[in-house]
């Protein structure tokens, strides 16, 4: 009788296909082939001795996986802990995959590199090389590199930053002791501006105004304002030239970052940083000197898309201590020590809305800002001085 090809080629295409959905290894597609392409074979190996042979290749299969080695992740690290900081300094590095092992460990410090400090688990420490600016940071492991995260190297200690910032508070009392005319740019958003909170009261730049023009009889200065409500940082970045270099000004002062904390705008903390350090580069390019106010607090809880305010503040800080700017952190002082002059109802008496500041927190600021350019006078009235003229 003859065999029915027709039938066991049907068979042996079954078991073809399911050698290849359980098995992918070489040794089971040579038998899926020897299977399939050799009839005479086919006929004369039953399927139980081809399930005997896919058990014992299997096994094989098996124990050769079990013999290799698996393949090394490479290194990754998630934060600089600070990622600002001065030569010398010591930084940590969170991250994983570091394999433990101090020596095989390289810090990549912008053009740098450097040993390991100490390594304690997921934690690398190393010290801050001679590379003054902005370097990103990485981690080579075993010849494999990780991301990179950005770092601020200042190449001068705190104590020779905080001389230089006295310089230029040299240089500003400089400016008034001389008679020469010159102009100071305020820019900012809303509050610099003035817009709507006020009531008709002075904005803080209208009563500096006041002060050097007036009160210190400096009447050939200007006092020009520039500020825009609803502007970030990368609004007055991108249009430096018109909202201040075109006007020549000696001094700067700067106010931004209510916006920029704004979820809705979309900028980053990164980005924040960025976009002063780059200001102040520019002011000082054009031969000005630069002052930084920080944003008065808000009511959170009522303006929560803003909650993270406090994050650009502290940025804003980091980047005047590092770039020696003179700085006024209204931040501080509003929560300090205009609390408890306001008796905790700083935003009560302070604030026209969650936001922005009234008439008389304008006056505030001015008064910050007269303190830290070292023209306040308690009885002058720009200073909150008594105010009285004539008889009545």
């Known amino acids: 009788m003859m065999p029915n090809t027709s ?37 004369r190996l039953p399927v139980w001795i081809i399930l005997i042979l896919m058990g014992l290749l299997s096994c094989k299969t098996t124990e050769d996986k079990s013999q290799v080695v698996p393949e090394l992740l490479p290194p990754r ?25 101090k020596e095989n460990i390289i810090v990549n410090f912008g053009t740098k590199k450097t040993g390991v400090v100490d390594l304690d688990d997921n934690v690398v420490t190393f010290k801050v090389p001679d590379l003054p600016g902005e370097n990103f940071v990485s981690v080579t492991v ?4 990780s991301n990179s995260l950005k770092f601020i ?12 910032s006295s310089k230029d508070k040299a240089k500003v009392k400089a400016i008034l002791d001389n008679k020469e005319p010159v102009n100071w740019v305020f820019t900012g958003n809303s509050i610099t501006q ?43 970045h991108d249009d430096f030239n018109r909202r201040v270099a075109q006007f020549n000004p000696r001094v700067v002062v700067l106010m931004i970052g209510t916006n920029d904390a704004a979820t809705t705008r979309n900028i980053t903390l990164d980005q924040y940083e960025s976009n002063i350090y780059n200001l102040i ?74 936001l922005h500041p009234n008439g008389f927190g304008h006056q505030e600021i001015a008064i910050a800002l007269f303190k830290e350019l070292s023209v306040f006078d308690p009885q002058a009235a720009t200073c909150g001085g008594p105010y009285y003229e004539g008889e009545h």
């Open 7 to 43: 039938l066991g080629r049907t068979k042996q295409e079954e078991i073809g296909r399911n050698l290849q959905r359980i098995h992918h290894g070489i040794e089971f597609n040579l038998i899926k082939v020897m299977v399939m392409k050799s009839k005479s074979i086919s006929r």
């Open 281 to 354: 580069d520019l002011i000082r390019g054009i031969g000005a000197i630069p002052v930084l106010l920080s944003p008065t607090p808000i009511i959170a809880e009522k303006s929560p898309e803003r909650s993270r305010l406090i994050d650009y503040v502290v940025k804003m800080k980091e980047v005047a201590r590092l770039k020696n700017v003179i700085f006024v952190d209204n931040y501080s002082i509003w929560s300090t020590d205009l609390n408890e002059k306001y008796n905790g109802e700083v935003f009560k008496k302070l604030l026209n809305d969650p």
């Open 153 to 164: 190297c200042s190449k001068v200690s705190a104590d020779t930053i905080e001389d230089f």
């Open 77 to 101: 690290i998630y934060l600089l802990i600070p990622n600002t900081g001065k030569i010398g300094d010591i930084i940590k590095i969170i991250g994983d995959n570091y394999l433990k092992v």
């Open 142 to 145: 075993n010849e494999r590199t």
């Open 194 to 236: 003035g817009a709507k909170h006020t009531h008709g009261m002075r904005s803080y730049p209208e009563i500096f105004a006041e002060r050097i023009r007036w009160e210190l009889q400096r009447t050939s200065d200007y006092i020009i304002n520039t500020a825009i409500s609803g502007h970030t940082s990368k609004n007055i």
